[in-house]
């Protein structure tokens, strides 16, 4: 009976190859979209989980209000690790990382430098802690002396090859001179770890033995025995403050104590965080590799959902639509004495089967785009053919997909009755117009949702592009690495100065796009008790930062060389006026330091200061900054005028080849590393964008199947109404009206929840756009424009029908 099923299916989809064109392809499209968002949202799901004892490790985080500023950090003090080990039995293993950036490195006794983007100082129980093997070298000492380093495979290619690593010698930096004890294959990109290539011994970094307990500069892990409850493990954890942090803190603050601490509205509290939920739940100062959100994934998830939804829904309003076409048969099927679920089970075989052609179609599409969909996301995903997992997966998906789509049309057309049909009454027979009329709804109110939501992330992303940031990101070039100009850096910057394309040259490691961060507590002179702290951002810059990247002062001046006494000035910025308690007017003069423990203190001088700007992401308040003169040369900002950026370019990388030959010429543009920040918003609105299309192609086609349906059952009145004079415009507008009013309903559930939910995702953002209502009459009236070109073609199809072949059985 079931090949009977199967061949009676075949024939009748073969027998309308337009309606089962339509069926299959959009049912194919809400697959394909799913499957390639199923494998992003598992991709995402699997982080760091190919780690041995994954479920077993955890991150220390610190959470700190201290001096006006409350900081999220993802790290802790050095001595931190050794401490637990020590005091605490649950904890079976430690392990520290100090990521110390990109770092120049070249083979000893060469003279040309490679650069690699992420180095990191890693304790000797690296490889066991994670359970990483080693491709040459011993895992057991490959760390444990200073001045070794481990490389990965990628790396040590670049250098001398996998298989000649061992014992070689690399310098870093052109100052510091490393040996080689291992090379480890290249990790995951589903790894925190995915862009460190180099690890250096830990033993050989002098800060790392210090028994600091106030600088947080240490991603400290620790893994704890099977049987530890986490929870139970946070409170044991908090005592490391008092036991610890507070005699570290009496050596400068004498009377200090944990109540007094408390007391002054501070506190300093110890968190632990799960491996696994890095990289989805943690959005904290600082992190390994850049994190994303578990936002992403329920909004991406809703999506997937919506377009399995949509394309469910597609399949039955084309399926009932067709089904008058099939009244006929029905009826015959019944008197010859077929049964309710014989019926059944035929149209569901039907059903079943297009799923599984929309399968081959769906798998065929999205291997097509699957290269443009990980360009969009940022990833390297895969579909794992070879899986028998994912085919079980996929497969039954599909089954209970076809079953579903096709289970309202099957229950549908058993129903009708034979007497009617096969009299020619059979549109009468034909009911479920609510039901149909409610698909419609749901598909379109999904549809304006999904447009409100794409509008909303662009008005954000362009809201972000066109805001003042308090300083110019345009025609700013970066130059990478200029410190392996070495002592000739200085004679490097007056060269670029001098080309007739440059306006301003200057060297800081600092800058309000992604780059170095120094945060410290410093106190006003005669204020320097511990509730008085001024938690701020220490930047080192020079001369010419203010000018070259066009930030304005309040109040006061620039630094000038000409006055050797602003090597101990300081310009504030703005945001730390309410925290010192003073207007800019009476900042000025004003001296802080951040030697307490000293005898002989350096006290800097306020000499200006300058307007709020930007220096983090717009998800971020603006905090307490200062800029003192220092000597960061790590890269050069170079304001350019405007002309021929590429004979600029090839100026500039000739001197450095003069001044520095052999090191690597690296650079990129602000405003592109600025727009690198909310790369994952954009990435987001991209998204966004392109399901959103394929949501109301989906939608389309069940409002055109609907459209279909309406116009065969309004046949009889049609003709009724020409003959009785109505034009071909009256009859295509009452048609369309009909479903305008669906419409209308859709838009008016979809709109507010749009808005609401849209307004909890600008909540991440301390600087938004507010929803305006034209944001909402804007999806509106796309979606009924949308709506309108859809329907129009069948409604005026059906009004120009001539009205003798519709009454002629009559």
Same mark, same amino acid.
């Given at each position: 009976?079931?090949?009977?099923?199967?061949?009676?299916?075949?024939?009748?989809?073969?027998?309308?190859?337009?309606?089962?064109?339509?069926?299959? $392809?959009?049912?194919?499209?809400?697959?394909?979209?799913?499957?390639?968002?199923?494998?992003?949202?598992?991709?995402?799901?699997?982080?760091?989980?190919?780690?041995?004892?994954?479920?077993?490790?955890?991150?220390?985080?610190?959470?700190?209000?201290?001096?006006?500023?409350?900081?999220?950090?993802?790290?802790?003090?050095?001595?931190?690790?050794?401490?637990?080990?020590? =005091?605490?039995?649950?904890?079976?293993?430690?392990?520290?990382?100090?990521?110390?950036?990109?770092?120049?490195?070249?083979?000893?006794?060469?003279?040309?430098?490679?650069?690699?983007?992420?180095?990191?100082?890693?304790?000797?129980?690296?490889?066991?802690?994670?359970?990483?093997?080693? *491709?040459?070298?011993?895992?057991?000492?490959?760390? %444990?002396?200073?001045?070794?380093?481990?490389?990965?495979?990628?790396?040590?290619?670049?250098?001398?090859?996998?298989?000649?690593?061992?014992?070689?010698? *690399?310098?870093?930096? !052109?100052?510091?001179?490393?040996?080689?004890?291992?090379?480890?294959?290249?990790?995951?990109? !589903?790894?925190?770890?995915?862009?460190?290539?180099?690890?250096?011994?830990?033993?050989?970094?002098?800060? /790392?033995?210090?028994?600091?307990?106030?600088?947080?500069? @240490?991603?400290?892990?620790?893994?704890?025995?099977? /049987?530890?409850?986490?929870?139970?493990?946070?409170?044991?954890?908090?005592?490391?403050?008092?036991?610890?942090?507070?005699?570290?803190?009496?050596?400068?603050?004498?009377?200090?104590?944990?109540? /007094?601490?408390?007391?002054?509205?501070?506190?300093?509290?110890?968190?632990?965080?799960?491996?696994?939920?890095?990289?989805?739940?943690?959005?904290?100062?600082?992190?390994?590799?850049?994190?994303?959100?578990?936002?992403?994934?329920?909004?991406?998830?809703?999506?997937?959902?919506?377009?399995?939804?949509?394309?469910?829904?597609?399949?039955?309003?084309?399926?009932?639509?067709?089904?008058?076409?099939?009244?006929? +048969?029905?009826?015959?099927?019944?008197?010859? #004495?077929?049964?309710?679920?014989?019926?059944?089970?035929?149209?569901?075989?039907?059903?079943?089967?297009?799923? $599984?052609?929309?399968?081959?179609?769906?798998?065929?599409?999205?291997?097509?785009?699957?290269?443009?969909?990980?360009?969009?996301?940022?990833?390297?995903?895969?579909?794992?053919?070879?899986? $028998?997992?994912?085919?079980?997966?996929?497969?039954?998906?599909?089954?209970?997909?076809?079953?579903?789509?096709?289970?309202?049309?099957?229950?549908?057309?058993?129903?009708?009755?034979?007497?009617?049909?096969?009299?020619?009454?059979?549109?009468?027979?034909?009911?479920?117009?609510?039901?149909?009329?409610? *698909?419609?709804?749901?598909? $379109?109110?999904?549809?304006?949702?999904?447009?409100?939501?794409?509008?909303?992330?662009?008005?954000?992303?362009?809201?972000?592009? #066109?805001?003042?940031?308090?300083?110019?990101?345009?025609?700013?070039?970066?130059?990478?690495?200029? @410190?392996?100009?070495?002592?000739?850096?200085?004679?490097?910057?007056?060269?670029?100065?001098?080309?007739?394309?440059?306006?301003?040259?200057? *060297?800081?490691?600092?800058?309000?796009?992604?780059?170095?961060?120094?945060?410290?507590?410093?106190?006003?002179?005669?204020?320097?008790?511990?509730?008085?702290?001024?938690?701020?951002?220490?930047?080192?810059?020079?001369?010419? @930062?203010?000018?070259?990247?066009?930030?304005?002062?309040?109040?006061?001046?620039?630094?000038?060389?000409?006055?050797?006494?602003?090597?101990?000035?300081?310009?504030?910025?703005?945001?730390?006026?309410?925290?010192?308690?003073?207007?800019?007017?009476?900042?000025?003069?004003?001296?802080?330091?951040?030697?307490?423990?000293?005898?002989?203190?350096?006290?800097?001088?306020?000499?200006?200061?300058?307007?709020?700007?930007?220096?983090?992401?717009?998800?971020?308040?603006?905090?307490?900054?200062?800029?003192?003169?220092?000597?960061?040369?790590?890269?050069?900002?170079?304001?350019?005028?405007?002309?021929?950026?590429?004979?600029?370019?090839?100026?500039? +990388?000739?001197?450095?080849?003069?001044?520095?030959?052999?090191?690597?010429?690296?650079?990129?543009?602000?405003?592109?590393?600025?727009?690198? %920040?909310?790369?994952?918003?954009?990435?987001?609105?991209?998204?966004?964008?392109?399901?959103?299309?394929?949501?109301?192609?989906?939608?389309?086609?069940?409002?055109?199947?609907?459209?279909?349906?309406?116009?065969?059952?309004?046949?009889?009145?049609?003709?009724?109404?020409?003959?009785?004079?109505?034009?071909?415009?009256?009859?295509? @507008?009452?048609?369309?009206? =009909?479903?305008?009013?669906?419409?209308?309903?859709?838009?008016?559930?979809?709109?507010?929840?749009?808005?609401?939910?849209?307004?909890?995702?600008?909540?991440?953002?301390?600087?938004?756009?507010?929803?305006?209502?034209?944001?909402?009459?804007?999806?509106?009236?796309?979606?009924?424009?949308?709506?309108?070109?859809?329907?129009?073609?069948?409604?005026?199809?059906?009004?120009?029908?001539?009205?003798?072949?519709?009454?002629?059985?009559?």
């Amino acid at each position: 009976m079931f090949k009977n099923y199967l061949k009676i299916a075949w024939r009748s989809l073969k027998k309308q190859p337009f309606f089962t064109f339509l069926n299959t $392809f959009g049912l194919a499209i809400g697959m394909a979209g799913a499957l390639l968002i199923s494998l992003f949202i598992h991709d995402e799901l699997s982080f760091d989980k190919m780690f041995a004892d994954a479920d077993r490790i955890y991150r220390i985080d610190t959470d700190v209000k201290f001096g006006g500023a409350e900081i999220l950090a993802s790290e802790s003090s050095a001595p931190m690790a050794a401490a637990m080990q020590r =005091d605490f039995s649950q904890v079976e293993s430690t392990l520290r990382l100090r990521d110390r950036g990109s770092a120049l490195i070249r083979k000893s006794g060469t003279k040309t430098n490679t650069k690699e983007l992420r180095v990191t100082f890693a304790d000797s129980t690296l490889f066991d802690f994670f359970g990483l093997k080693l *491709l040459v070298g011993d895992a057991k000492t490959a760390l %444990t002396e200073p001045n070794t380093l481990v490389l990965t495979k990628t790396a040590a290619e670049k250098h001398f090859g996998v298989q000649n690593t061992l014992g070689q010698s *690399l310098l870093l930096n !052109n100052t510091d001179t490393y040996t080689v004890t291992g090379v480890i294959d290249d990790l995951p990109q !589903n790894s925190m770890l995915r862009e460190h290539s180099v690890f250096m011994a830990m033993a050989g970094y002098a800060d /790392s033995r210090e028994s600091n307990w106030g600088s947080m500069n @240490y991603f400290t892990f620790v893994k704890l025995i099977p /049987s530890v409850n986490a929870a139970d493990f946070n409170e044991p954890l908090q005592e490391m403050f008092t036991r610890y942090m507070i005699p570290w803190v009496q050596k400068i603050f004498p009377g200090m104590t944990a109540e /007094s601490f408390a007391a002054s509205g501070n506190y300093w509290e110890h968190k632990i965080m799960p491996l696994t939920d890095i990289h989805l739940h943690s959005n904290r100062q600082s992190e390994l590799s850049a994190n994303s959100s578990i936002q992403n994934v329920y909004i991406l998830s809703f999506i997937a959902l919506f377009l399995i939804i949509l394309a469910t829904v597609n399949f039955m309003n084309l399926s009932t639509a067709h089904s008058l076409k099939r009244s006929k +048969e029905v009826g015959i099927r019944k008197t010859l #004495g077929s049964n309710k679920t014989e019926l059944i089970r035929q149209f569901l075989t039907e059903s079943g089967m297009v799923a $599984f052609i929309s399968l081959i179609i769906a798998l065929s599409i999205a291997m097509i785009v699957l290269p443009f969909f990980n360009d969009l996301s940022g990833k390297e995903i895969t579909i794992p053919y070879t899986n $028998f997992i994912f085919w079980l997966i996929v497969l039954f998906t599909t089954l209970i997909l076809g079953l579903l789509s096709g289970s309202y049309p099957a229950f549908f057309m058993s129903r009708f009755m034979p007497v009617k049909v096969l009299k020619g009454s059979g549109q009468k027979s034909v009911g479920g117009g609510k039901i149909r009329n409610s *698909l419609v709804v749901f598909q $379109f109110a999904i549809s304006v949702f999904l447009i409100v939501s794409t509008l909303v992330v662009f008005q954000q992303l362009k809201f972000i592009q #066109g805001k003042d940031l308090g300083f110019n990101k345009d025609q700013i070039l970066l130059i990478n690495d200029t @410190y392996a100009a070495g002592n000739q850096v200085q004679a490097f910057k007056e060269e670029i100065t001098g080309l007739g394309q440059v306006a301003y040259a200057s *060297l800081s490691d600092y800058l309000p796009t992604p780059s170095s961060r120094s945060n410290s507590s410093l106190f006003r002179e005669g204020a320097m008790e511990q509730e008085n702290a001024i938690q701020m951002q220490v930047w080192e810059v020079d001369h010419d @930062y203010l000018k070259t990247l066009n930030m304005e002062l309040v109040v006061g001046r620039d630094f000038n060389p000409q006055y050797a006494t602003d090597s101990t000035g300081v310009i504030i910025n703005e945001a730390m006026l309410p925290v010192m308690g003073v207007t800019a007017e009476e900042a000025l003069g004003i001296r802080i330091t951040g030697d307490l423990d000293l005898e002989e203190k350096v006290f800097y001088t306020v000499i200006g200061v300058v307007e709020d700007f930007h220096y983090e992401s717009l998800r971020e308040s603006i905090g307490a900054l200062g800029l003192f003169l220092g000597k960061s040369t790590g890269t050069m900002a170079v304001k350019l005028k405007t002309g021929n950026y590429s004979s600029t370019l090839a100026s500039i +990388e000739n001197i450095w080849n003069k001044i520095a030959p052999g090191q690597p010429f690296s650079y990129r543009f602000m405003d592109e590393s600025f727009d690198a %920040t909310y790369k994952a918003e954009q990435n987001l609105g991209k998204i966004f964008m392109v399901f959103t299309i394929l949501s109301i192609f989906i939608a389309c086609l069940g409002l055109f199947g609907l459209a279909a349906f309406n116009a065969e059952k309004r046949t009889k009145e049609i003709g009724v109404r020409k003959v009785l004079g109505a034009s071909v415009s009256q009859i295509s @507008y009452r048609l369309t009206l =009909d479903f305008l009013k669906l419409v209308g309903v859709a838009i008016i559930i979809s709109l507010p929840i749009g808005w609401f939910a849209m307004d909890k995702w600008l909540e991440d953002f301390s600087y938004r756009i507010e929803i305006n209502w034209w944001i909402l009459a804007l999806a509106g009236s796309f979606a009924i424009a949308i709506a309108i070109i859809t329907v129009s073609y069948q409604s005026i199809k059906a009004a120009i029908a001539n009205p003798v072949r519709s009454l002629r059985t009559e």
